[in-house]
Nanobody, 128 residues
Framework: QVQLVQSGGGSVQAGGSLRLSCAAS????????LGWFRQGPGMEREGVAG???????RYADSVKGRFTISRDNAKNTLYLEMNSLKPEDTAMYYC??????????????????????WGQGTQVSVSS
C-alpha cells in the first residue's frame, strides 16, 4: 500500500515563499512520475508541476519561474519550492504519484487522470 504524506504549507503574505514536502513509501518511488496539483475553492483540481524519474520537469504557465519541483529518490520525498507567491496561488495543494507497477517515467505528467495515488492535501494561503 502506497502512502503519500504531505507537510509544509501555511499562510504567507504576497511575495513570500513556502516549501511543500511529500514523503512516500514504496520501493518503486524512484521510477515513477510525481506531481503537484492544487484546488482552489469551487475550482477543479489543476496540475501545477510534474517531474519524471530522470528529473525532467514541467510547469503550469501560471507558476513558471516562481515554483520549483524536485525529488530526492534516496529519501522518497518530493518537494515544491514556491517563491514570489501571489494571492491567486491560494489553494489546497496535493502531491501525487503515478504508480503502475511497471515501466519507467521519462515524461512528466500533469493531468489529474494520470495519477493514482494522492497525498492528504495541505492548505496554502497567500494574503495581499
Amino acid at each position: 500500500q502506497v502512502q503519500l504524506v504531505q507537510s509544509g504549507g501555511g499562510s504567507v503574505q504576497a511575495g513570500g515563499s513556502l516549501r511543500l514536502s511529500c514523503a512516500a513509501s514504496g520501493s518503486t518511488y524512484s521510477r515513477v512520475c510525481l506531481g503537484w496539483f492544487r484546488q482552489g475553492p469551487g475550482m477543479e483540481r489543476e496540475g501545477v508541476a510534474g517531474i519524471a524519474s530522470n528529473g525532467v520537469t514541467r510547469y503550469a504557465d501560471s507558476v513558471k519561474g516562481r515554483f520549483t519541483i524536485s525529488r530526492d529518490n534516496a529519501k522518497n520525498t518530493l518537494y515544491l519550492e514556491m517563491n514570489s507567491l501571489k494571492p491567486e496561488d491560494t489553494a489546497m495543494y496535493y502531491c501525487a504519484a503515478r504508480m503502475l507497477g511497471y515501466g519507467l517515467c521519462l515524461v512528466p505528467r500533469m493531468n489529474v487522470d494520470q495519477y493514482n495515488y494522492w497525498g492528504q492535501g495541505t492548505q496554502v494561503s497567500v494574503s495581499s
